[in-house]
T-cell receptor, first 114, second 112 residues
Framework: DAGVIQSPRHEVTEMGQEVTLRCKPISGHNSLFWYRQTMMRGLELLIYFNNNVPIDDSGMPEDRFSAKMPNASFSTLKIQPSEPRDSAVYFC????????????FGPGTRLTVL | KQEVTQIPAALSVPEGENLVLNCSFTDSAIYNLQWFRQDPGKGLTSLLLIQSSQREQTSGRLNASLDKSSGRSTLYIAASQPGDSATYLCAVRGGSQGNLIFGKGTKLSVKP
């Protein structure tokens, strides 16, 4: 069974451009999480969906960030406009049901904003 | 606010050595604690999950302990191997939301 799939694996863009990161959770999982990892702050939760509905977006840094989950098998994280401080590795994770279950992580997208 | 600290930030040991990684957290009101492994360029792999009511969990050469009252957990790796080289992350679930709060990890290098 395939794990969590993320694309692209690497993204290099210039400041001010729009960036879209994509995630396909494990089939049958009802919960999806977006995390950001930086050297300074470590891994931080950005947003959590349950049954395609955003439940907790308190970690989304600012209005430039938005996330959607149009169906159970696809989610996007968009940054518009991007800034150099957004450079980080973005992980998507999914779980069977809810935040208390074991989360399975994707390989991450390494974003560099020049 | 829950804070998770891992010491040391990096550790280098010769193959075959037994070692201990440390994790501490500031708020003892947790649901569970989880240890992950992260390899370069890859996602996180769950190693062990300890519920708040448990004292330890074992999987193969790995043993994780939890002392909730003192806000500490340790990950013991027996007979370390070069393939154990990775970054090990500790995370706690707690608070009103149950979100995972991560430490910054310990980067382990096992030399042949």
């Amino acid at each position: 069974d395939a794990g969590v799939i993320q694309s692209p694996r690497h993204e290099v863009t210039e400041m001010g451009q729009e960036v879209t990161l994509r995630c396909k959770p494990i089939s049958g999982h009802n919960s999806l999480f977006w995390y950001r990892q930086t050297m300074m702050r470590g891994l931080e939760l950005l947003i959590y969906f349950n049954n395609n509905v955003p439940i907790d977006d308190s970690g989304m840094p600012e209005d430039r960030f938005s996330a959607k989950m149009p169906n159970a098998s696809f989610s996007t994280l968009k940054i518009q406009p991007s800034e150099p401080r957004d450079s980080a590795v973005y992980f998507c994770a999914s779980s069977t049901s809810g935040r208390l279950d074991t989360q399975y992580f994707g390989p991450g997208t390494r974003l560099t904003v020049l | 606010k829950q804070e998770v600290t891992q010491i040391p930030a990096a550790l280098s040991v010769p193959e075959g050595e037994n070692l201990v990684l440390n994790c501490s957290f500031t708020d003892s009101a947790i649901y569970n604690l989880q240890w992950f492994r992260q390899d370069p360029g890859k996602g996180l792999t769950s190693l062990l999950l300890i519920q708040s009511s448990q004292r330890e969990q074992t999987s193969g050469r790995l043993n994780a302990s939890l002392d909730k009252s003192s806000g500490r957990s340790t990950l013991y790796i027996a007979a370390s191997q070069p393939g154990d080289s990775a970054t090990y992350l500790c995370a706690v679930r707690g608070g009103s939301q149950g979100n995972l709060i991560f430490g910054k990890g310990t980067k382990l290098s096992v030399k042949p």
